[in-house]
């Protein structure tokens, strides 16, 4: 069922043309929007978040690091309600979150927007279509109305010559400022982002990192930015947090404190070493055992 909660003028006014870390130390006491309390996940019979607190206060933008298969796109899952965790729990403003009650899920998703790491846009309508889509289904807004919001949307990602365009005739970074635009066009209090910057050449990659940073600052909403880029996320992030194997959190702080961490696993991810404690190989029998060379 749709939520009618937007009028025109609501609408039409939210946009605007050296100390080493310890481990796991506490973060900064803003108020929060969303918390993760000793949260643990598994697909099965395996763990992929283990027992994860994080705080993410509103009006600040916050990275979410980590290499591949840490748990980062698992945890965006379910502070989105997409799923539910096995233990712990969620609270958004102070108030318990269960992803399974219905009527919280609406809630939240009302209040959120996300860009998938693909896009996720809908290739069978223009680009002015995706844009317009979440308006039609979720207010009671006339098509003046959408179509003065949607343009400006589109300006804010300095795409609003593109409105006609087909999303085959998009590059790559095109398409990721077109779905940005879609994720604000409700002007959500709370933004996720799922790999913004994979697959971006520099120009288009840092053209969508100063739009996270200025329209997180434009609208004060709660951002989540899961990424494994850290030179980008640094640049723009508040806070960070960082991840790894197992779906542990191993360090979190500001830019400055990660950079100075003495930690070698914490070190060995933001220089991009190629040897420390995490390993290329994915633990497996020896390879000889494997093949059957042993003696």
């Known amino acids: 069922m749709s939520s009618r909660h937007a009028t025109p003028s609501q609408e039409l006014s939210a946009v605007s043309a050296g100390h080493p870390l310890s481990r796991c130390q506490e973060g900064t006491q803003d108020e929060a929007f969303v918390e993760l309390h000793q949260v643990s996940f598994n697909y099965g019979d395996r763990r992929v978040l283990s027992d994860v607190s994080m705080r993410f206060p509103r009006g600040k933008v916050t990275a979410i690091l980590g290499g591949s298969g840490c748990g980062k796109t698992t945890l965006l899952h379910l502070v989105a309600g997409v799923h539910a965790p096995c233990s712990g729990h969620l609270t958004l403003e102070g108030e318990h979150f269960d992803a399974t009650d219905k009527t919280q899920l609406h809630a939240l998703r009302r209040r959120l927007g996300m860009l998938l790491q693909f896009g996720a846009l809908f290739t069978d309508l223009t680009v002015y279509e995706n844009v317009a889509f979440a308006l039609r289904e979720h207010t009671d807004l ?63 990659l840092g053209v969508i990192a100063n739009l996270i940073r200025s329209l997180n600052d434009a609208t004060s909403a709660t951002t989540l930015m899961v990424t494994h880029d850290v030179r980008e996320s640094f640049a723009v992030c508040d806070y960070a947090y960082l991840m790894t194997s197992g ?34 190989h994915y633990p497996a029998e020896p390879i000889d055992e494997q093949l059957g060379r042993t003696q």
């Not at 400022?177 to 120009?203: H, N, Q, T, V």
């Open 247 to 280: 779906g542990r959190l191993i360090a979190r702080g500001t830019p400055a404190e990660l950079q100075a961490s003495s930690d070698p696993e914490v070190r060995q991810f933001i220089r991009g070493e190629p040897d420390g404690p995490v390993r290329f």
């Open 142 to 204: 006339g098509e003046p109305a959408i179509r003065d919001i949607v343009l400006m949307k589109l300006n804010a990602v300095g795409l609003r010559g593109a409105a006609n365009l087909r999303i085959d005739q998009l590059s790559g970074g095109m398409a990721r400022r077109i779905a940005l635009a879609r994720a604000i066009a409700l002007d959500p209090e709370l933004l996720l982002y799922d790999e913004p910057f994979s697959g971006l050449d520099p120009i288009s």
